[in-house]
């Protein structure tokens, strides 16, 4: 399988009739391999959301290709992609547990392999025996470890992360990136983690693509990437 493949891709917000508008994302190309993580790190407003956005499908390319395993997105609608998304409020469902948060992609899977899948996830983030709980008791970090169980359950064939951490302290961000990295790898998922905060990049990412205003700068490994002084 070949992975993730950005092609020139343009984003663009505002354009009516006599007017440019904004162009947020400027022609980056790149690509994501099968079992990669790649950080996509950069200042804020720097397009980076745009361009994860414009992966998933939620909004529209106004130049170049996006396709997965060789077949273009163009025109899929974001349900029909395959594609896992978790972003900085992980916009559990209040109303359910925990089990029932992490199953909630499940549905259509027997009763039986729908429990083990929750069991097994929840093991992997660390929350062994949380499936009762009612979501409004967890801690920030919490919700965030059962918001990437499930977008893992259905096993997306690419996950895209933006901002997972953001919204939480300091110390918090640090363990989470180094287990967001362990659960990714484990499961083997491809993975494109947005992120403003280096450390979260280099933590989390086998490979590293810088952004500034719009476009790509480079794109390395973290112990190659050229960092300023
Ligand atoms: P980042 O994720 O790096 O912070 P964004 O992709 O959110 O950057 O934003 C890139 C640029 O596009 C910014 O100038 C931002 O103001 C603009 N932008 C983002 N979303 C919209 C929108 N919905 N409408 C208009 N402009 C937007
Ligand atoms: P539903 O919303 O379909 O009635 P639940 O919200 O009770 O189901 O649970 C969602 C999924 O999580 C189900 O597949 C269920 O088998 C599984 N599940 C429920 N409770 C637990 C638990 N404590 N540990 C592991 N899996 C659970």
Redesign the pocket.
């Known amino acids: 399988p070949r992975g993730l493949e950005v092609r020139d891709v343009v984003v663009r ?2 354009q009516r009739r006599g007017r440019t508008g ?1 162009t ?2 400027d022609g980056v190309s790149l690509d994501v391999a099968a079992g990669e993580v790649l950080a996509l790190l ?10 994860l956005r414009a992966v998933a499908g939620l909004e529209p390319v106004a130049g170049g290709a996006v396709t997965f395993d060789g077949s273009d997105l163009d025109g899929v609608p974001v349900h029909r992609r395959g594609f896992g998304l978790l972003f900085q409020d992980g916009q559990l469902f209040p109303h359910r547990d925990v089990a029932g948060n992490v199953g909630y992609g499940l549905a259509d899977r027997p009763r039986a392999e729908r429990t083990e899948r929750v069991t097994e996830l929840l093991s992997l983030v660390g929350l062994d025996g949380f499936g009762a709980r009612p979501v409004a008791e967890l801690s920030g970090g919490e919700k965030q470890r059962v918001a990437l169980a499930r977008s893992l359950a259905p096993r997306p064939r690419l996950l895209l992360l933006d901002e997972p951490l953001s919204a939480l302290d300091r110390g918090l961000r640090e363990r989470l990136a180094v287990e967001i990295r362990a659960v990714l790898h484990a499961t083997g998922t491809t993975a494109v983690f ?1 992120t ?1 905060d280096h450390d979260e990049a280099f933590t989390v990412a086998d490979r590293v693509a810088v ?1 500034s205003a ?1 476009r790509l700068l480079q794109v390395a490994p973290p112990e190659e990437l050229w960092r300023a002084p």
């Not at 950069?42 to 361009?51: A, E, R, T």
């Open positions: 917000y505002g904004t947020a994302v950069g200042p804020s407003g720097c397009g980076k959301s745009s361009l947005v403003h952004m719009g």
